[in-house]
């Protein structure tokens, strides 16, 4: 597999993106839209998570694998923790 990122699809944030946002890990095969905004971000991530356009992420957020946020969704962990378990979409 060529790791370049020539031909890569850029729609989505990449797993170094999402740890600089604040995630301590992400899963593999994760996919964030570059147009989800996420404030003040902690926690993690699982695999096979998508997060679609227009989404809000803020605070202590912990997503579970195969998690999906449906575009204009948004979650909050601002106030208290937040985990979304596997195999939830919203």
């Known amino acids: 597999m060529d790791m370049s990122m020539e031909g890569l699809n ?5 797993a ?5 946002a604040g995630f301590s890990s ?17 926690g993690s991530i699982g695999s096979h998570v998508r997060v679609d356009d227009f989404c809000i992420l803020k605070g202590n957020i912990t997503l579970d694998d195969y998690v999906h946020i449906a575009a204009f969704g948004m979650i909050s962990g601002i106030h208290a923790p937040v985990t979304i378990g596997r195999h939830v979409g919203i």
């Open 26 to 42: 992400v899963g593999e095969h994760t996919l964030v839209s570059r147009k989800c905004s996420l404030y003040a971000i902690t």
């Open 10 to 14: 850029t729609d989505w944030l990449t």
């Open 16 to 20: 170094d993106e999402l740890r600089e």
